[in-house]
Antibody, heavy 118, light 111 residues
Framework: QVQLVQSGAEAKKPGASVKVSCKAS????????LHWVRQVPGRGLEWMGR????????NYARKFQGRVAMTSDTSINTGYLELRSLRSDDSATYYC???????????WGQGTLVTVSS | QSVLTQPPSVSGAPGQGVSISCTGS?????AGWNAHWYQKLPGTAPK???????LRPSGVPDRFSGSKSGASASLAITGLQAEDEADYYC???????????FGGGTKLTVL
């Protein structure tokens, strides 16, 4: 069955970077875009960007451009989200999600809590 | 500020029905892109309820239905149950940003 399993919770200081992983199984990893979405506590869902694991091409929400990088390693069917220059308002739960080909996502990772605090 | 506009909250008594609206623009839903709906419970990943504006994934009760007209979409829930109390988000695609756009979310309270 299709599964996305994310890495564990992270605690970071302001100015640091974080890298979250999303390991895919149960489907052809290179066949589907992988999106990253976050939810700041008390706020709504926020799209951060997506990557095409087939060629590594990514595009990012304007808000995060210059501070975010999405990559993938097809040898281990894993996608990565790196966010740099962390601020306290980056404290959030970060989710990966597989695009089903129609710009929706039935499969999501379980979420990774990132806490940014001095 | 979210790209898609949803009411912040709706409520209904058990057994009743509610509708949640989602208003987009000529860049997204109004340009013909489908709307999708997710249910979000605290501490869990979003769950896809409706895709392609009107279709239900396997396992989603038929109490949930979607519609789309022009630049707007709606999620209807009939026969409200206590377990339906959650946040609901609409989502579409905007080619001008080459990515997803979300509504701000609607909190459903079952009275």
């Amino acid at each position: 069955q299709v599964q996305l399993v994310q890495s564990g919770a992270e605690a970071k200081k302001p100015g640091a970077s974080v890298k979250v992983s999303c390991k895919a199984s149960g489907y052809r990893f290179t066949g589907y875009f992988l999106h990253w979405v976050r939810q700041v506590p008390g706020r709504g869902l926020e799209w951060m960007g997506r990557i095409n694991p087939d060629n590594g091409g990514a595009n990012y929400a304007r808000k995060f451009q210059g501070r975010v990088a999405m990559t993938s390693d097809t040898s281990i069917n894993t996608g990565y989200l790196e966010l740099r220059s962390l601020r306290s308002d980056d404290s959030a739960t970060y989710y990966c999600a597989r695009d089903d080909g129609d710009y929706s996502a039935q499969r999501w990772g379980q979420g990774t809590l990132v806490t940014v605090s001095s | 500020q979210s790209v898609l506009t949803q009411p912040p909250s709706v409520s209904g008594a058990p057994g009743q029905g509610v509708s949640i609206s989602c208003t987009g623009s000529s860049s997204d839903i109004g340009a013909g892109w489908n709307a999708h709906w997710y249910q979000k419970l605290p501490g869990t990943a979003p769950k896809l309820l409706i895709y392609a504006s009107i279709l239900r994934p396997s396992g989603v009760p038929d109490r949930f239905s979607g519609s789309k007209s022009g630049a707007s979409a709606s999620l209807a829930i009939t026969g409200l149950q206590a377990e339906d109390e959650a946040d609901y988000y609409c989502q579409s695609f905007d080619p001008t940003v080459n990515g997803w756009v979300f509504g701000g979310g609607t909190k459903l309270t079952v009275l």
